[in-house]
T-cell receptor, first 114, second 114 residues
Framework: DGGITQSPKYLFRKEGQNVTLSCEQN?????MYWYRQDPGQGLRLIYY???????QKGDIAEGYSVSREKKESFPLTVTSAQKNPTAFYLC?????????????FGPGTRLTVT | AQSVSQHNHHVILSEAASLELGCNYS??????LFWYVQYPGQHLQLLLK??????LVKGIKGFEAEFIKSKFSFNLRKPSVQWSDTAEYFC????????????FGQGTTLQVKP
């Protein structure tokens, strides 16, 4: 089955620790995105990558880092510098040729930092 | 800054009632518009999209939306809701044809009472 997988579904960390969230897609999409979802705030863009070995900051990139070494993978690291890391994180992918740019979403990872 | 506003944060309806969820965006140029839905415990999925042509677009599960350019609006409608429509609904705008970035509204939680 084609799709996007995110692991784990739930993640718990202590304050001060970095944590990496996994996102893998087998849709052969070039573009991938990371969003953060908080109640009443919708989805806010953290980072995105339109091609391997290239990525751009989104609206709320501070305290996060990404890499894009392979087309199918776009891991997100939540660093200790992120002031409020507890949230639901969504990964999405997109085929640039599929105008008008529909995005496909993974199931999400709920991160709790205490 | 470009933004998307969803006026209703939490809507409660009885089954068979009609639904209209508001969505307005702030961008003067050409836009592509989307409504996504997140059912409890499921992936965010596309309900419908608009990029050109007939401003009244039909999506899955009996939903439709009307693009009114003069009002910068893309309201979602359904004539008769069902209990299974209980979900969170997000309006999203792609304000540029050069990139696939989406700007999401805050989301509307719809609760349908049986």
């Amino acid at each position: 089955d084609g799709g996007i997988t995110q692991s784990p579904k739930y993640l718990f960390r202590k304050e001060g620790q970095n944590v990496t969230l996994s996102c893998e897609q087998n849709l052969n999409h070039d573009a991938m995105y990371w969003y953060r979802q908080d109640p009443g705030q919708g989805l806010r863009l953290i980072y995105y990558s339109q091609i391997v070995n290239d990525f751009q900051k989104g609206d709320i990139a501070e305290g996060y880092s990404v890499s894009r070494e392979k087309k199918e993978s776009f891991p997100l690291t939540v660093t200790s510098a992120q002031k409020n890391p507890t949230a639901f994180y969504l990964c999405a992918s997109q085929s640039p040729g599929a105008f008008p740019f529909e995005q496909y979403f993974g199931p999400g990872t709920r991160l709790t930092v205490t | 800054a470009q933004s998307v506003s969803q006026h209703n944060h939490h809507v409660i309806l009885s089954e068979a009632a009609s639904l209209e969820l508001g969505c307005n965006y702030s961008y003067g140029g050409t836009v592509n518009l989307f409504w996504y839905v997140q059912y409890p415990g499921q992936h965010l999925q596309l309900l419908l999209k608009y990029f050109s042509g007939d401003p009244l677009v039909k999506g899955i599960k009996g939903f439709e939306a009307e693009f009114i350019k003069s009002k910068f609006s893309f309201n979602l409608r359904k004539p008769s809701v069902q209990w299974s429509d209980t979900a969170e609904y997000f309006c999203a705008v792609n304000p540029s044809s050069n990139t696939g970035k989406l700007i999401f509204g805050q989301g509307t939680t719809l609760q349908v009472k049986p």
